[in-house]
């Protein structure tokens, strides 16, 4: 049972533009949050997090929002980068997980073109 | 060392044998996750090992997986009589004591293929 739902598989974007990402998840126990971001032949690596206490967390040019009651999360990146383009994974792990077992999305790619 | 290592990096096996796949976490780290990568799909917790406690096995999809760590640093992730669904990539993290997931370390994975 997929409790961490990302429904794009695929993303293209305009360097320059803003590439916005989306996240569903069922489980209500999820306290904490996570994207990771992947290149070919790599292990993903984190980007940013949001515990469920906050409704935003920005970095940079990365910004996740968390609607706890649409059970929604969403990664947004502006300006896109064509150094972004990669495939982006939403991880989320509950109070029973404390020690970071984490439930992931499918992925979604993004490529961000000149 | 200075990442995780994980090996062999790529690994085409015959229907039937069975692999090992290794990972050598970050020194120091006391937790160490397996997880895999099938086409297409997420990533899949498969175990997780923190320090000398009982490793968390929930994930194992059947009896043919099993996982050790030796003294707390080197793990074997072991594939009896692989089957074709066996096909995937297998990550391992690592994280220092009390970060977990916040501070996941990912190798590059080993692709296994069952042919």
């Known amino acids: 049972d997929q409790q961490v739902k990302q429904n794009s598989p695929s993303l293209s974007v305009q360097e320059g533009r803003i590439s916005i990402l989306n996240c569903d998840y069922t489980n209500s126990m999820f306290d904490y949050f996570l994207w990771y971001k992947k290149y070919p032949a790599e292990g993903p690596t984190f980007l940013i997090s949001?515990?469920?206490?906050?409704d935003k967390n920005e970095d940079g040019r990365f910004t996740v929002f968390l609607n706890k009651s649409a059970k929604h999360l969403s990664l947004h990146i502006v300006p896109s980068q064509p150094g972004d383009s990669a495939v982006y994974f939403c991880?989320?792990?509950?109070?029973?997980?404390?020690?970071?077992?984490?439930?992931f999305g499918a992925g979604t790619q993004v490529v961000v073109t000149p | 060392g200075a990442g995780v290592s994980q090996s062999p990096s790529n690994k085409v096996t015959e229907k039937g044998k069975d692999v090992e796949l290794r990972c050598d976490p970050i020194?120091?780290?006391?937790?160490l996750y397996w997880y895999r990568q099938s086409l297409g799909q997420g990533l899949e917790f498969l175990i997780y090992?923190?320090?000398?406690?009982?490793?968390?096995k929930s994930g194992l999809p059947s009896d043919r997986f099993s996982a050790e760590r030796t003294g707390g640093s080197v793990s074997t992730l072991t594939i009896q009589r692989t089957q074709q669904e066996d096909s995937a990539v297998y990550l391992c993290?690592?994280?220092?004591?009390?970060?977990?997931?916040?501070?996941?370390?990912f190798g590059s994975g080993t692709r296994l293929t069952v042919v």
């Open positions: 949001i515990s469920s206490i906050k």
């Open positions: 020194s120091g780290h006391t937790a």
């Open positions: 090992f923190q320090g000398n406690s009982a490793p968390d």
């Open positions: 993290a690592s994280s220092a004591y009390r970060q977990g997931a916040r501070g996941y370390t």
């Open positions: 991880a989320a792990s509950g109070e029973t997980d404390s020690w970071g077992k984490l439930q």
